[in-house]
């Protein structure tokens, strides 16, 4: 019998950690574009800030940030599955503007992390 209420014990702890870590890895990106704003290289309205990265889901179609609560600042929320957990990822932000595309010279690194993170980053393209 103790046997028996073990097991069923252990059954529904490994149910409970694999339903809780098997669930998506959600990472925020937040672009803070105030610079960018103010200077006019970026209109909001007009323009779209993109990201894109070497992981999936970021290395397929396109990736357009939302204007978050905070003025200035746009966002966008990627799901990760459970395995990408630990994975190196290079991503990078692009405007596209009415004139011109600019993407950040150096791609960020970051390894996927466990759980909701928040990235925040100012867009810089460095044109050597």
Known sequence: MKSLL???ALSFA????????????TVT???D?????ADSTFV???????LRGTSFPLNAGQH??????EEHVYELQIDFSFAQIGEGLEFLFVLETENETV???????MQI??????????FNSFNF
Request: aromatic residues 8%; hydrophobic residues 40%; without cysteine.
């Open 6 to 8: 073990l097991l069923i």
């Open 14 to 25: 490994f149910t409970f950690v694999m339903s809780t870590d098997s669930a998506a890895q």
């Open 29 to 31: 990106f937040e672009l």
């Open 33 to 37: 574009l105030s610079s960018q704003i």
């Open 44 to 50: 909001p309205d007009r323009d779209v800030a993109l």
């Open 64 to 69: 357009i940030l939302k204007p978050a609560e």
């Open 103 to 109: 993407e950040e010279q150096m791609p960020r690194r």
């Open 113 to 122: 992390p466990r759980g909701g993170h928040t990235i925040r980053s100012f």
